[in-house]
């Protein structure tokens, strides 16, 4: 079992950044790729970054440039650094072990105009 606990998330303006974390604990040992997603309201789920167990980062093309997911040498957290937010970004993100049923509660993020 794997539990995830993302934070950091808020209300921001236009243009503001946020950094979200999600803290792993139980099973963690276990080598694996970790994903963020988003969910707008009335949206499926969609995934905007992941990062694999060596540490490279991949991105949704809608959000690269603005976005960068990284982790620390322990693997433990993991970051989603999120500059030049937009409304659009408005939504909860999630923290996922790829290839799991493991995902965080989500932190909600909202960017006003």
């Known amino acids: 079992q794997v539990q995830l606990v993302e934070s950091g998330g808020g209300l921001v303006q236009a243009g503001d950044s946020l950094r979200l974390s999600c803290v792993a604990s139980?099973?963690?040992?276990?080598?694996?790729?970790m994903g963020w997603f988003r969910q707008a309201p009335g949206k499926e789920r969609e995934l905007i970054a992941y990062?694999?167990?060596?540490?490279?980062?991949n991105y949704a093309d809608s959000v690269k440039g603005r976005l960068a997911i990284s982790r620390d040498h322990s693997k433990n957290p993991v970051f989603l650094q999120m500059n030049t937010l937009k409304p659009e970004d408005t939504a909860v993100y999630y923290c996922?072990?790829?290839?799991?049923?493991?995902w965080g509660q989500g932190t909600q993020v909202t960017v006003s105009a």
């Open positions: 139980g099973r963690t040992s276990v080598a694996y790729s």
């Open positions: 996922h072990v790829m290839d799991t049923n493991y």
């Open positions: 990062i694999t167990d060596e540490g490279k980062p």
